[in-house]
């Protein structure tokens, strides 16, 4: 009887340590989906400033609008689903100057 309880918890905490390691996992892969939006971002402002054909402005905004709201989409995911246990910066733009990872 000894043994079995043994076993049963050696079982009950790597099936512990594994649902930890897929959480740490899942949180390394939303970090890097938000600094892969911020970069885009990021990019979008800087095609949009430097633009000059009047053919293109217009393509500029588009780009720079939807890479903004990807990137506020997926902070609020993120906040909404709380699988980050560090803090999160409240506003959009302090993002990019906390180092949360």
């Known amino acids: 009887m000894e043994i079995k309880n043994e076993a049963l918890l050696k079982v009950v905490d790597l099936i512990r ?4 390691y897929s959480r740490a996992a899942q949180v390394d892969e939303d970090y890097l989906l938000v600094e892969e939006a911020r970069q885009e971002w990021k990019s979008a402002r800087e095609y949009f400033n430097t633009v000059t054909e009047p053919d ?20 609020k ?12 910066p409240e506003k959009v733009e302090d993002y990019g100057r906390a180092r949360v990872f």
């Not at 293109?56 to 902070?75: C, F, G, M, P, Q």
């Not at 906040?79 to 246990?85: K, M, N, P």
């Open 17 to 20: 340590r594994l649902r930890e």
């Open 56 to 75: 293109l402005i217009d393509h500029a905004i588009y780009a720079l609008e939807a890479a903004e709201k990807r990137y506020v989409y997926l902070l």
């Open 77 to 88: 995911k993120i906040r909404e689903e709380q699988v980050l246990g560090k803090q999160i």
